[in-house]
């Protein structure tokens, strides 16, 4: 027998389990989809920003057009509280439903993932937070993103605002996934500027956060690079031209890149920090992000390993590196990442409703997240009370 030289070769973690189609138009395949997964009794869960697009009529059309019974639930809100993913499942357990079809950004896909979870689990959905918490088998889930943001068509994560606590739960792992996701940018071409951007600069924020996170492999690393790429090409022309569908296409690709890297490589202290942001202070996911992110990078970038990945993340922003790396690379990516927020009218945090006197409970609530245990740098509370403060 050989012997085996022991190198150091790392155990790797990948995991995606959703059918993709992607294509202008894709989502009007939804009522053949639906049926081949033997579907007969579908709901269809979205919020009132998706009725008034008037994005759900051509869903039901599709699946009615098959000949599926439908019954829509429209009052999903923004970071889906516990009390609107109960009085959902209440809704759809009394349908006899087979199936659910997801229409919207991720408050909405989150939310009909956490629903089907109490279709067949019972509630109330608070027991399932961590991984793998979910015993029973779900139902067929449709998901059809109408942001470039979230990823959540694709990742086995859903997020749950505890509104008791005033906290985000990730619910992730078994059940947490979509059966089939439906990228169609048609969708998103009437996406305002405001919420094109915020939500564009998450699914940059889960690229980088993935790409520079303890979790990361060679497998998560060619998603983020691509999402990275496609992100920092398109976000500002499908801002300011929202219509460009060959932009929308792209930050779509973009984001299901950054969701299927970040499913498996984790997050970092941008998430950290933005979730107690958001619980607390009702700030949108994507803005919250999107305000940290060129802070936490500047941070993050004092360790050396850091500058080194953040090496390859410069080229692909189109950085042309004349010096020699290090801190000089991360100051480039950093400039790089707050020049886009600019040009995409980023808010500061004292524009969006945060107090600095909420920053010490934000602080402490963002050292419990889960995302800690990814980020390449360790942060302590007073460091993060400075993120905040430069964020301000
Ligand atoms: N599950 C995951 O993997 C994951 C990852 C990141 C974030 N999240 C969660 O997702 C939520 C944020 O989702 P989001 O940023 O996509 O925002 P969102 O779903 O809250 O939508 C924001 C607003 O945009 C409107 N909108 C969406 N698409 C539209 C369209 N095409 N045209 C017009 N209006 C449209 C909505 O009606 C809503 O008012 C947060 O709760 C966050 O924690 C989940
Ligand atoms: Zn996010």
Redesign the pocket.
């Known amino acids: 027998m050989k012997t085996i030289n022991q190198g150091t070769i790392p155990t790797m973690n990948f995991s995606v389990s959703v059918d993709i189609k992607i294509g202008a138009g894709a989502s009007k395949e939804v009522g053949v989809i639906s049926k081949d997964l033997g579907v007969e009794k579908v709901l269809c869960i979205?919020?009132?920003?998706?009725?008034?697009?008037g994005?759900s009529n051509n869903i039901v059309d599709s699946l009615q057009n098959e000949g599926i019974k439908v019954s829509t639930y429209d009052k999903?809100?923004?970071?889906?509280p516990d009390s609107i993913v109960t009085n959902a499942a209440e809704f759809a357990r009394k349908q006899e439903i087979d199936g659910i079809v997801a229409i919207?950004?991720?408050?909405?896909?989150?939310c009909a993932?956490a629903v089907n979870i109490l279709l067949t689990n019972p509630g109330p959905i608070h027991q399932y937070e961590g991984k793998d918490q979910v015993e029973h088998e779900v139902k067929p889930i449709i998901a059809i993103?109408?942001?470039a943001?979230?990823?959540?068509e694709?990742?086995?994560?859903?997020?749950?605002?505890n509104s008791e606590k005033s906290r985000?739960m990730i619910i992730a792992g078994q059940g947490?996934g979509a059966t089939t996701a439906l990228l169609d940018p048609e969708?998103?071409?009437?996406?305002?500027a405001n919420?094109t951007a915020?939500?564009g600069m998450?699914a940059l924020t889960?690229a980088l956060e993935a790409y520079i996170s303890k979790g990361a492999s060679v497998l998560t690393d060619i998603n983020a690079l691509k999402a990275i790429e496609l992100i920092s090409k398109n976000l500002y022309e499908s801002t300011v031209n929202g219509t460009n569908l060959q932009a929308r296409s792209n930050m779509l690709i973009g984001s299901l890149l950054a969701?299927i890297a970040?499913?498996s490589a984790g997050l970092g202290l941008v998430?950290a920090i933005s979730?107690p942001i958001?619980s607390h202070c009702g700030v949108?996911?994507?803005i919250a992000n999107a305000t940290l992110l060129p802070h936490v990078l500047a941070f993050n970038g004092e360790d050396e390993k850091v500058q080194d990945r953040l090496r390859d993340v410069a080229s692909i922003m189109g950085i042309s590196i004349v010096s020699k790396g290090g801190k000089e690379t991360i100051e480039h990516v950093v400039e790089k990442v707050s020049e886009l927020c600019e040009k995409v009218n980023i808010p500061r945090l004292r524009d969006v409703g945060v107090e600095t006197t909420e920053f010490s409970q934000i602080a402490a609530d963002a050292l419990k997240e889960k995302s800690m245990t990814f980020t390449p740098r360790k942060a302590m509370k007073e460091d993060i009370v400075r993120i905040l403060e430069s964020a301000y």
Do not use: M, Q, W
């Open positions: 979205y919020d009132e920003g998706i009725k008034s697009a994005i999903v809100t923004p970071n889906p919207g950004g991720g408050s909405s896909i989150d993932k993103p109408t942001t943001g979230t990823g959540s694709v990742t086995s994560v859903t997020v749950v605002t985000k947490c969708l998103t071409v009437g996406l305002p919420v915020g939500t998450d889960h969701g970040f499913n998430h979730h958001s949108p996911h994507g």
